[in-house]
């Protein structure tokens, strides 16, 4: 409730507010602390000529189109060698092997192939968000009891129906804990694109391009709009969840009591 928001906001406005304190009393060194009051400045100033709203539409647009791209193929993958037993043995110790890679490892190897454009960039993020999403839609999968599925046979299900109407519907509570898990693996994603790939326009090219030109309080920015944006994907993916899994929180709600 509103005592919970409270508190949890105490510790940072106490920190900005000592920060602040110490930064105007020049208690820290200005170069590489700089006041919250600056850093404000520096964003307002950004705002003003137009680059923040570009640096933050660059990477927002990549990290969801990454994220919906590696988690489309991380379920549909999932579920294909959850479902079929010949899939699992095509695929699965391959991605294994694959997963062991490095994603930042592949990026030469990816701008050989694709050159160094938009999509090169997305399929980095998607790559990312792949493994969380598919690891864990398989697991949900294979904790479905198998009668179910059998059922599903009995009754002359197609594989697909069997997927959509008894996989997919028992396998979504951990289908979304891998989505939750890839959100922070994206933004790693995103940052490696923008470092690796060549980049015009995004919030760690924004800080890259600061650091270049001593602009300290803009890097700071780029920290809070990467932990702004970290948190609001979150609180989005949740919100997704209880609308698609709402036997999960009347479950959690009753063992509460």
Same mark, same amino acid.
């Given at each position: 409730g509103t005592k919970r928001i409270v508190l @949890?906001?105490?510790f940072p406005i106490l920190l900005l507010v000592a920060w602040e304190y110490a930064a105007q009393n020049r208690l820290i060194p200005l170069i590489l602390f700089p006041a919250p009051s600056t850093i404000w400045k520096s @964003?307002? @100033?950004l705002y003003d000529s137009g680059r923040l709203g570009e640096h933050l539409a660059a990477s927002v647009t990549l990290q969801l189109t990454g994220l919906v791209l590696g988690s489309v193929l991380g379920v549909a993958l999932g579920l294909v060698v959850g479902l079929l037993r010949v899939a699992e043995d095509i695929f699965d110790s391959s991605l294994v092997i694959l997963q062991s890679i490095p994603t930042m490892a592949l990026i030469p190897l990816f701008i050989i192939w694709f050159g160094g454009d938009q999509? %090169?960039?997305v399929l980095v993020v998607a790559l990312s968000v792949f493994f969380p +999403?598919? !690891?864990? %839609? #398989? /697991?949900?999968?294979?904790l479905t009891d198998r009668k179910l599925v059998? +059922? /599903?046979?009995?009754l002359d299900f197609r594989p697909l129906e069997i997927a959509l109407r008894i996989l997919v519907p028992h396998a979504l509570p951990q289908i979304f804990v891998g989505i939750r898990q890839s959100l922070k693996m994206a933004w790693v994603g995103v940052v490696a694109a923008e470092l690796l790939i060549a980049s015009s326009a995004g919030i760690y090219f924004m800080m890259m391009e600061a650091r270049s030109f001593g602009q300290t309080p803009v890097v700071y920015l780029g920290l #809070?709009?990467?932990?702004?944006? /970290?948190?609001?994907?979150? +609180? @989005? !993916?949740?919100r !997704?969840?209880?609308?698609?899994?709402?036997w999960t929180r009347t479950a959690s709600a009753g063992a509460r009591k």
């Open positions: @949890a906001l105490l @964003a307002v @100033a999509g %090169t960039r +999403v598919y !690891v864990n %839609t #398989l /697991g949900g999968i294979r059998e +059922v /599903g046979r009995i #809070l709009l990467f932990a702004i944006f /970290g948190v609001l994907s979150d +609180v @989005a !993916v949740a !997704v969840e209880r609308a698609a899994v709402p």
